[in-house]
């Protein structure tokens, strides 16, 4: 094998990220505890840097590098924007917590940028391998900022949890591969899907395969029933790490099930459809109607989280380029409501003050009304409720499940969607028409985090009033 | 026709005027008052550029305007009014000043959110009526509910909150079903326009369903019984302009879908159902009515009052379709959607007028209660008589635009059937017994307490709100000849629409509608029945 210098240029946002994370190890040991903040600068000039690169080296043809194990193309293109985007936001949002908490220290960023370039590699995998080299990179950074508070005993047993569920996922995962590997003699997406064409369904190995991926990726997305993992650990672990977890991560979840069921096996989609309909039908109705009982706010978002996931599911399910487009819309826009939720959570925190039940949101809007619109829009956005984002993505996403004649499951999704709305109108009802608790004090923010969170909401109104430009780069990225 | 995107203008800038009153702040509550009020009668006054630019003379769509706004799922940013939108957006526009003025000195916390609310409200409304695309009009149908649950629920009364929240999953409920039936159509039809749905063919299973889950959306939103319950909790709860727009424009919004999606895109499955929405406006009429004559609390029986009224809306829409079978009776179906119709404008101007009277005596006392009140024409002449006036014109006196549109769809309903009929006039016995009812018991006897004896009368704000809706009220019930002629050519291509069968030609030996032949033939809007 030739070294080729090419082969560097169309990884070249992930080589960004790689080098700030080692930068930031070696420096953040330089640093004196005054002058912490420089790891954060740093982390945002290299997001921001790998951010120019995914829109200098991207789009045109689609390009195979280092032998075929990754590929660049309008999918990777997209999903790496959306993911380096979301990453930006968490940052940012997080540093105010982490300074109080005398947590501003390398080690968050570094196992955060971590985090993201495994999320990277996910994104751009050709092969089964380096999409579980991906995925396991990203999965042990979260498994240890989850237990970041290193004095917390919720976030170690999370972590804990997390961990050994991971595990398990994981574990899944790869017997799914080893499967589908034995039944076609490669790892790589192409040459399996030609073999997956020629033996059709008539193969059973390739059918357990396919059960045993499609139970991996419900546990990294956390669809019903392998979801258990997800309420405790958004409870349990300091809410920047479930800012990072529970936003970006999406979206790497999406492009794995794309990458392996679709790049990889469209030829069985009657197979896997079957799956993610029972997947996504249990997932709505599990997480909207588990999350109106949920009094911890993490707890609630947790099982909205799974609700959505749901909704994405039936996007992919749809098996058209239209229905992965959809998907792959409502992901990127739940990635950003989800980073605007917890972000609201986050700056509603305090030194010593971890905003966390449904009662610490009461009466934002008589504290700062600005915020409280920004968290109705998501929350509204949430719901589906035109003219947010949120809406529209719903609209897509159900197109392409009566596109293909099972309007049954279209009812379905609305009528849980129903019954969703009423828990995010909950919040709004707490935001707006209660009044503050006596004790709570005036909300500080630094003026990144406003500009950041403003940006974040008007997003989901903006995108919703004019969702065209995203959804034809959705389109685009399928269109081949 | 013209090419300056009026309609544009009318929707968008008030929602404009509601970022710059909330921007404004609570600094100054006069300038978001001020600022609001210019915003609301400038967009009523552009809002008149369409009833002066409108052609009465055709039943196709006017100040159209197209432009592409999600391409790769054709979806339109399409807009335009015919003889049916354009009265219900004046309306809209024109109630909001009132609701703006009604809330000048009252709210006090945060008005300029307040203020903000209602503007936003306009615009969407007027979206609603204006949208020639499905999902246009879905993204307003829906956005409209934002603004009205944030009113009801921070400056409603005590049990604010589940009123609002229950008046938001109401609606939300009823809509999405039709979310679902215009993705359908839109794969039937492979264009989002209202318009191309009304060329459409489709099977009567098709039909029915699409027809019940448009049904679940509208009559949740007129309300029909005993999809109701929700309408007396938030009128209750609503500050005075919340009811006054709930009543006024927001169930219109109910009757509007039915003449805009349900009569024209599923005619035979309308006229296979049209026994199920007939009976529900007959309860309503009725047994509604009752209900109202119980009430002790003066929003809630005019909130009722609504419903009942209502309730005339859907039976004027609905016997059309037992008209239309007997080509000999054709007349009578336009003039039960035309006074369905006038039956909407004036219940807009009298429910919206009578709202504003229990707020004028809430602002005062704090008590809706009937019982608090007694003997207010002793201390309140003007207002009593303007209270008297309206309660009549609500009974539907002749004179009063309330009478016009009753009578119109009670001479429509004979043609039909002469039962419904006998049982839809019995209104006019219940609503002259409720509403004058509770004048008596409000306006009229001894002053019953020390409060009512320290009441004032009207103000020069509050005598202005009550004296231009009297004169709508009258003017639409002594000369409504202006309003029945824009809409006329709209209503008798309405009636040729929803007099077509519909159905694919596999089907067609099952359609009951007299005009059985191809649709695509009447669809160049000007075709006469």
Redesign the interface.
């Given at each position: 094998m030739q070294f080729d210098a090419t082969n560097l240029l169309p990884v070249l946002p992930e080589i960004a990220i790689l080098i700030t994370a080692s930068l930031v190890l070696v420096v953040d040991l330089y640093l004196k505890e005054a002058d912490k903040g420089v790891n954060h600068a740093l982390s945002i000039i290299g997001i921001l840097a790998a951010i120019a690169l995914t829109g200098t080296v991207g789009g045109g043809e689609a390009q195979l590098v280092f032998d075929g194990n990754l590929v660049r193309d309008g999918i990777s293109d997209l999903l790496k924007g959306a993911i380096l985007l979301v990453g930006l936001l968490a940052f940012v949002y997080a540093r105010p917590w982490l300074k109080d908490r005398g947590m501003l220290v390398g080690e968050f960023y570094v196992l955060g940028l971590f985090a993201i370039l495994g999320m990277l590699i996910m994104v751009s995998a050709n092969g089964f391998l380096t999409l579980y080299l991906g995925l396991e990179l990203q999965a042990l950074c979260l498994y240890a900022l989850v237990a970041f508070d290193r004095d917390s005993k919720r976030g170690a047993e999370a972590a804990m949890k997390y961990f050994v569920l991971g595990a398990l996922g994981s574990g899944m995962l790869l017997y799914g591969v080893s499967m589908i590997y034995g039944a076609t003699g490669s790892i790589e997406f192409g040459p399996v899907a030609a073999a997956v064409a020629e033996q059709g369904m008539s193969n059973k190995v390739l059918v357990f395969g396919i059960a045993f991926l499609v139970i991996g990726i419900g546990f990294k997305f956390g669809a019903v029933p392998f979801h258990m993992w997800v309420p405790d650990i958004y409870e349990g672990a300091p809410t920047p790490a479930v800012l990072l977890l529970g936003s970006a991560p999406k979206i790497a979840a999406f492009a794995l099930a794309i990458r392996m069921l679709v790049d990889g096996l469209n030829s069985l989609h009657p197979d896997w459809q079957g799956m993610l309909v029972i997947l996504s039908v249990l997932s709505m109705a599990l997480g909207n109607l588990v999350a109106i009982a949920q009094t911890n706010i993490k707890r609630m978002l947790a099982y909205s989280t799974i609700s959505h996931v749901g909704f994405i599911f039936l996007g992919l399910l749809a098996g058209s380029s239209q229905g992965y487009a959809a998907a792959m819309f409502y992901a990127i826009v739940y990635a950003v409501m989800a980073a605007g939720a917890f972000g609201i959570l986050i700056i509603l925190s305090r030194e010593g003050f971890d905003a966390e039940r449904l009662e610490d949101l009461k009466g934002l809007?008589d504290r700062d009304?600005w915020y409280a619109a920004m968290m109705a829009l998501v929350m509204?956005s949430m719901a589906g409720?035109?003219?947010t984002v949120g809406?529209?993505a719903k609209?897509?996403v159900?197109?392409a499940v009566?596109?293909i004649d099972m309007?049954w499951l279209?009812?379905v999704a609305?009528?849980f969607?129903?019954i969703g709305?009423?828990y995010y109108?909950?919040v709004?009802?707490l935001l707006?028409?209660d009044k503050p608790a006596e004790a709570a004090p005036r909300l500080v923010t630094t003026g990144g985090v406003r500009v950041a969170m403003t940006v974040n909401g008007l997003a989901l109104l903006v995108l919703g009033l004019f969702?065209?430009g995203l959804?034809?780069l959705c389109?685009t990225a399928f269109a081949s | 026709m013209t090419e300056f995107p009026l309609l544009t203008l009318i929707i968008w800038l008030p929602i404009i005027g509601g970022i710059v009153v909330l921007a404004s702040g609570e600094t100054s509550a006069s300038i978001s008052r001020w600022t609001a009020l210019a915003f609301a009668v400038l967009t009523f006054v552009l809002s008149l550029g369409l009833w002066i630019g409108f052609d009465p003379t055709t039943a196709e769509m006017q100040f159209v305007e197209r432009a592409?706004?999600?391409?790769?799922?054709d979806v339109d940013y399409y807009l335009g009014v015919d003889g049916i939108s354009m009265p219900l957006i004046i309306l809209t526009t024109f109630i909001t000043i009132f609701v703006i003025v009604a809330g000048w000195e009252v709210i006090t916390y945060?008005p300029s959110?307040y203020m903000a609310a209602f503007l936003i409200m306009d615009g969407v409304m007027v979206g609603v009526f204006s949208a020639l695309d499905a999902?246009l009009f879905?993204?307003?149908?829906?956005?409209m509910?934002?603004p009205m649950?944030?009113i009801i629920?921070?400056w409603g009364g005590p049990n604010?909150?589940y009123a609002?929240?229950k008046f938001?999953?109401y609606t939300?409920?009823g809509s999405?079903?039709m979310?679902?039936a215009l993705?359908?159509m839109?794969?039937q039809a492979d264009s989002f326009s209202i318009l191309d749905f009304h060329g459409l063919q489709l099977g009567m299973t098709a039909q029915i369903l699409i027809f019940i889950a448009f049904l679940l959306a509208f009559a949740v939103k007129v309300p029909m019984f005993p999809v109701h319950t929700w309408l007396p909790d938030a009128h209750v709860e609503a500050p005075t302009g919340g009811s006054v727009i709930l009543a006024a424009i927001m169930l219109k919004i109910g009757g509007y879908g039915f003449l805009r999606f349900s009569l024209p895109i599923t005619p035979d499955a309308s006229a296979a159902l049209d026994w199920l929405i007939i009976l529900l406006s007959l309860i309503a009429i009725i047994y509604i009515g009752f209900v109202a004559l119980v009430q002790q609390d003066m929003k809630k029986l005019i909130a009722y009052s609504s419903i009942a009224h209502m309730g005339f809306v859907t039976l004027g829409f609905f016997v059309v379709f037992t008209i239309v079978q007997d080509p000999a009776l054709s007349a009578g179906s336009v003039m039960g959607i035309e006074g369905g119709m006038v039956q909407m404008i004036s219940h807009g101007f009298i429910s919206g007028a009578l709202f504003l009277c229990v707020g004028v005596l809430y602002d005062r006392v704090h008590s809706r209660d009937i019982a608090a009140y007694g003997g207010v024409v002793n201390t309140m002449p003007w207002f009593g008589a303007f209270m008297v006036f309206f309660a009549m014109a609500n009974a539907g006196l002749p004179g009063t635009s309330g009478f016009v549109g009753e009578f119109m769809v009670i001479l429509a309903t004979f043609r039909a059937d002469f039962w419904w009929a006998v049982l839809a006039a019995t209104t006019l016995v219940l609503a002259a017994a409720f509403t004058l009812w509770m004048v008596k018991r409000v306006v009229f006897g001894e002053v019953k307490n020390d409060k009512v004896a320290a009441l004032k009368d009207l103000d020069a704000r509050e005598t202005f709100n009550l004296g231009a809706l009297a004169a709508a009220v009258l003017a639409l019930g002594i000369w409504p000849a202006p309003l029945m002629n824009v809409m006329h050519s709209t209503v008798e291509n309405l009636v040729v629409q929803a007099g077509s069968c519909k159905l694919p030609p596999d089907e067609r030996e099952d359609c009951v509608l007299s005009r059985a032949e191809p649709v695509a033939a009447l669809l160049d809007g000007t075709a006469r029945p």
């Amino acid at each position: 094998m030739q070294f080729d210098a090419t082969n560097l240029l169309p990884v070249l946002p992930e080589i960004a990220i790689l080098i700030t994370a080692s930068l930031v190890l070696v420096v953040d040991l330089y640093l004196k505890e005054a002058d912490k903040g420089v790891n954060h600068a740093l982390s945002i000039i290299g997001i921001l840097a790998a951010i120019a690169l995914t829109g200098t080296v991207g789009g045109g043809e689609a390009q195979l590098v280092f032998d075929g194990n990754l590929v660049r193309d309008g999918i990777s293109d997209l999903l790496k924007g959306a993911i380096l985007l979301v990453g930006l936001l968490a940052f940012v949002y997080a540093r105010p917590w982490l300074k109080d908490r005398g947590m501003l220290v390398g080690e968050f960023y570094v196992l955060g940028l971590f985090a993201i370039l495994g999320m990277l590699i996910m994104v751009s995998a050709n092969g089964f391998l380096t999409l579980y080299l991906g995925l396991e990179l990203q999965a042990l950074c979260l498994y240890a900022l989850v237990a970041f508070d290193r004095d917390s005993k919720r976030g170690a047993e999370a972590a804990m949890k997390y961990f050994v569920l991971g595990a398990l996922g994981s574990g899944m995962l790869l017997y799914g591969v080893s499967m589908i590997y034995g039944a076609t003699g490669s790892i790589e997406f192409g040459p399996v899907a030609a073999a997956v064409a020629e033996q059709g369904m008539s193969n059973k190995v390739l059918v357990f395969g396919i059960a045993f991926l499609v139970i991996g990726i419900g546990f990294k997305f956390g669809a019903v029933p392998f979801h258990m993992w997800v309420p405790d650990i958004y409870e349990g672990a300091p809410t920047p790490a479930v800012l990072l977890l529970g936003s970006a991560p999406k979206i790497a979840a999406f492009a794995l099930a794309i990458r392996m069921l679709v790049d990889g096996l469209n030829s069985l989609h009657p197979d896997w459809q079957g799956m993610l309909v029972i997947l996504s039908v249990l997932s709505m109705a599990l997480g909207n109607l588990v999350a109106i009982a949920q009094t911890n706010i993490k707890r609630m978002l947790a099982y909205s989280t799974i609700s959505h996931v749901g909704f994405i599911f039936l996007g992919l399910l749809a098996g058209s380029s239209q229905g992965y487009a959809a998907a792959m819309f409502y992901a990127i826009v739940y990635a950003v409501m989800a980073a605007g939720a917890f972000g609201i959570l986050i700056i509603l925190s305090r030194e010593g003050f971890d905003a966390e039940r449904l009662e610490d949101l009461k009466g934002l809007n008589d504290r700062d009304s600005w915020y409280a619109a920004m968290m109705a829009l998501v929350m509204f956005s949430m719901a589906g409720v035109p003219p947010t984002v949120g809406f529209m993505a719903k609209l897509l996403v159900l197109e392409a499940v009566v596109r293909i004649d099972m309007v049954w499951l279209a009812v379905v999704a609305v009528v849980f969607s129903i019954i969703g709305a009423f828990y995010y109108l909950r919040v709004v009802k707490l935001l707006y028409f209660d009044k503050p608790a006596e004790a709570a004090p005036r909300l500080v923010t630094t003026g990144g985090v406003r500009v950041a969170m403003t940006v974040n909401g008007l997003a989901l109104l903006v995108l919703g009033l004019f969702p065209a430009g995203l959804l034809s780069l959705c389109q685009t990225a399928f269109a081949s | 026709m013209t090419e300056f995107p009026l309609l544009t203008l009318i929707i968008w800038l008030p929602i404009i005027g509601g970022i710059v009153v909330l921007a404004s702040g609570e600094t100054s509550a006069s300038i978001s008052r001020w600022t609001a009020l210019a915003f609301a009668v400038l967009t009523f006054v552009l809002s008149l550029g369409l009833w002066i630019g409108f052609d009465p003379t055709t039943a196709e769509m006017q100040f159209v305007e197209r432009a592409a706004w999600i391409p790769s799922f054709d979806v339109d940013y399409y807009l335009g009014v015919d003889g049916i939108s354009m009265p219900l957006i004046i309306l809209t526009t024109f109630i909001t000043i009132f609701v703006i003025v009604a809330g000048w000195e009252v709210i006090t916390y945060k008005p300029s959110q307040y203020m903000a609310a209602f503007l936003i409200m306009d615009g969407v409304m007027v979206g609603v009526f204006s949208a020639l695309d499905a999902i246009l009009f879905y993204v307003f149908w829906e956005a409209m509910l934002i603004p009205m649950f944030i009113i009801i629920g921070v400056w409603g009364g005590p049990n604010r909150v589940y009123a609002t929240i229950k008046f938001f999953l109401y609606t939300f409920f009823g809509s999405v079903f039709m979310l679902v039936a215009l993705i359908y159509m839109y794969f039937q039809a492979d264009s989002f326009s209202i318009l191309d749905f009304h060329g459409l063919q489709l099977g009567m299973t098709a039909q029915i369903l699409i027809f019940i889950a448009f049904l679940l959306a509208f009559a949740v939103k007129v309300p029909m019984f005993p999809v109701h319950t929700w309408l007396p909790d938030a009128h209750v709860e609503a500050p005075t302009g919340g009811s006054v727009i709930l009543a006024a424009i927001m169930l219109k919004i109910g009757g509007y879908g039915f003449l805009r999606f349900s009569l024209p895109i599923t005619p035979d499955a309308s006229a296979a159902l049209d026994w199920l929405i007939i009976l529900l406006s007959l309860i309503a009429i009725i047994y509604i009515g009752f209900v109202a004559l119980v009430q002790q609390d003066m929003k809630k029986l005019i909130a009722y009052s609504s419903i009942a009224h209502m309730g005339f809306v859907t039976l004027g829409f609905f016997v059309v379709f037992t008209i239309v079978q007997d080509p000999a009776l054709s007349a009578g179906s336009v003039m039960g959607i035309e006074g369905g119709m006038v039956q909407m404008i004036s219940h807009g101007f009298i429910s919206g007028a009578l709202f504003l009277c229990v707020g004028v005596l809430y602002d005062r006392v704090h008590s809706r209660d009937i019982a608090a009140y007694g003997g207010v024409v002793n201390t309140m002449p003007w207002f009593g008589a303007f209270m008297v006036f309206f309660a009549m014109a609500n009974a539907g006196l002749p004179g009063t635009s309330g009478f016009v549109g009753e009578f119109m769809v009670i001479l429509a309903t004979f043609r039909a059937d002469f039962w419904w009929a006998v049982l839809a006039a019995t209104t006019l016995v219940l609503a002259a017994a409720f509403t004058l009812w509770m004048v008596k018991r409000v306006v009229f006897g001894e002053v019953k307490n020390d409060k009512v004896a320290a009441l004032k009368d009207l103000d020069a704000r509050e005598t202005f709100n009550l004296g231009a809706l009297a004169a709508a009220v009258l003017a639409l019930g002594i000369w409504p000849a202006p309003l029945m002629n824009v809409m006329h050519s709209t209503v008798e291509n309405l009636v040729v629409q929803a007099g077509s069968c519909k159905l694919p030609p596999d089907e067609r030996e099952d359609c009951v509608l007299s005009r059985a032949e191809p649709v695509a033939a009447l669809l160049d809007g000007t075709a006469r029945p």
